[in-house]
């Protein structure tokens, strides 16, 4: 079976490494070839093509483009280099509005997508953008900074894709029914929606469990038990709609929820819908997630967006809120991987780093095992899982012919066990044919 896609010539060639296509068969191929955007051969067949350009690769590794399916662009831009999980003392971190004119708000894109290009970084998710915030301190989430993400994605601006999820209360904070019932009756702006796709809305549930905000069926030590944030007379009623009314108009609902009754909540509202949506429905974070819930999100396509960094910063507080047994059960990562059920690896930058590679460092510490069926594992959860859970699996994600031609150039092979992937450097980033980082 030819690996060809109809053609007698290619754009640009790339060779003389490895490529990890991260097929369904875990292909490797040591050539391939691209056509107006698009992979149209591998190997032998990409070889026998012509192409005004080539890329050599020098015996290094080339994976399908790292997609961070839960990361604040608009923030990171206009907060890098501070991050919250820093030796930055908080008396030196920026506070207040960062950003005030359409100058600035499009600056602090730009410069984020600079930032991501050099990691490697072809895809993320901009988890909350919209009206909740428009009176919000940074500046970094209302509607204008919506309008910053449509302008420039008119201008061809783009060297990542985005998948953006709209919001309709505050960030990290509460919300209310009539506040989403208005904003979700307000179209989404039209665009391509392979480079800015608005395909759904994120909804706050509760906090965190170091805080003692996760809203959990057990008690934490002071005997408290977490709440759900959205207001009302019966905020669970509210939260339930807010899902329902979200999700019965064919948007995706991706919920921040860490405790187990928060996560309990939201899935009891997924097992009555009819169908699922064009992308999957996920939990971001679940770090109390539990056996039967991961186990019923699985059953129904839904998912869970994670952040080891965020767990290895938070252990030990956490620990002092839930006890050594609730604590070894938090962030069940290795029951995800090997139940089957959608999860993708996550930075939430600018809380923690942007780096991917420190992302899967801390992702090995939490699973305790280092190996290719380990590495495997998680680098697909930031390239083919994070596709699907953006729903668009059929033409990313993976480096297939047909498929767009995203990809990351690494110095070595991020698959070989007993290296720490914060050693391995990004040599490339190609999004769509294009480089949009080279080092040298």
């Known amino acids: 079976m030819s690996t060809t896609v109809a053609g007698d010539d290619a754009d640009l060639i790339i060779r003389g490494g490895r490529i990890r296509t ?35 690769l ?22 890098w280099p501070h991050l919250f999980f820093s030796d930055t003392p908080p008396e030196h971190q920026p506070s ?11 600056a602090a894109l730009r410069h984020a997508w600079s930032l991501l290009a050099e990691l490697g970084i072809t895809s ?20 204008d900074m919506l309008d910053a993400y449509v302008a420039l994605h008119r201008e061809g ?42 395909p759904g809305v994120k909804i706050f549930a509760d906090g965190i469990p170091p805080m003692a905000t996760a809203w959990v069926c057990e008690p934490y030590a002071d005997g408290s038990t977490g709440h759900l944030l959205t207001r009302g007379d019966d905020p669970l009623a509210a939260f339930r709609r807010m899902i329902e009314l979200a999700a019965g ?18 899935l009891r509202v997924l097992e009555a819908l009819p169908a699922p949506p064009r992308a999957p429905h996920y939990v971001v974070h679940g770090d109390l997630a539990t056996h039967d819930q991961i186990a019923r999100l699985r059953a129904m396509g839904a998912g869970f967006a994670v952040q080891p960094m965020i767990a290895a910063h938070t252990h030990a507080w956490a620990g002092a809120q839930l006890g050594p047994e609730r604590l070894a059960a938090a962030w069940p990562l290795a029951e995800m991987l090997s139940s089957g059920v959608l999860t ?16 899967l460092d801390a992702a090995l510490d939490l699973l305790g095992s280092d ?67 080279a080092r040298d």
């Open 157 to 198: 601006a783009q060297t990542s894709r985005v998948t953006l999820l709209r919001l309709f209360g505050t960030i990290d904070g509460e919300s209310t029914l009539a506040d989403f019932e208005r904003g979700i009756h307000s179209p989404a702006p039209e665009t391509d929606a392979r480079w800015l796709s608005i």
């Open 58 to 79: 020098d015996g290094r590794t080339v994976v399908p483009g790292i997609n961070d399916a839960h990361l604040h662009a608009a923030w990171l831009g206009a907060r």
């Open 344 to 359: 993708t690896i996550t930075s939430d930058a600018p809380i923690a780093s942007p780096d991917w590679r420190l992302g």
């Open 371 to 437: 190996d290719i069926a380990t590495r495997t594992a998680l680098l697909r959860r930031m390239t083919t899982d994070a596709a699907r859970q953006d729903g668009a699996a059929e033409w990313k994600g993976s480096l297939e012919p047909g498929k767009v031609a995203d990809l990351t150039v690494l110095d070595e092979d991020p698959l070989e066990p007993g290296r720490a992937f914060a050693s391995i450097g990004v040599a490339r980033t190609i999004v769509e044919g294009r480089t949009v980082f």
């Open 22 to 56: 991260f097929d369904a068969a875990g292909t490797t191929a040591s050539a391939l070839a691209v056509r107006g955007g698009r992979i149209v051969a591998l190997d032998a067949d990409a070889e026998a093509l012509r192409a005004p350009s080539t890329v050599e």
């Open 249 to 266: 108009g064919g948007l995706q609902v991706a919920v921040h929820a860490t405790g187990d009754r928060s996560i309990e909540e939201f």
């Open 96 to 106: 207040g509005t960062l950003v005030s004119t359409a100058a600035e708000r499009r």
């Open 124 to 143: 993320y998710t901009e988890p909350g953008i919209g009206p909740g915030e428009d009176d919000g301190e940074t500046g970094c989430f209302g509607t």
